[in-house]
Nanobody, 115 residues
């Protein structure tokens, strides 16, 4: 089993930056992919960024050039650096750990970007 705890959300203004952190615990953390998803009110949860166990990254088109995902396998951490934030980035951001067989989610952290 893997436990995930997100942190770093908050209220910022348009154009500002935030860094989200996700602490993962469990013996299998290093073998899974880690990702950030977000869900805005009334919308489906969507992939923001993901990083494989080998460091291969995937970014949603809406955040390319603004967001960066990274992971520290030694610390079992994954980060989402968010720059040039826009009001449409407002959502609850969730950390996800996954393999081909299973996945676990964190509880989420709120990001609000004011215009």
């Amino acid at each position: 089993q893997v436990q995930l705890v997100e942190s770093g959300g908050g209220l910022v203004q348009t154009g500002e930056s935030l860094r989200l952190s996700c602490a993962a615990s469990g013996s299998a953390v290093s073998i899974g992919a880690l990702g950030w998803y977000r869900q805005a009110p009334g919308k489906q949860r969507e992939l923001v960024a993901a990083i494989s166990r080998y460091g291969i990254t995937t970014l949603a088109g809406s955040v390319k050039g603004r967001f960066t995902i990274s992971r520290d396998n030694a610390k079992n951490m994954v980060y989402l650096q968010m720059n040039s934030l826009k009001p449409e980035d407002t959502a609850v951001y969730y950390c996800k750990w996954s393999t081909s067989d299973t996945n676990y989610w964190g509880q989420g952290t709120q990001v609000t970007v004011s215009s």
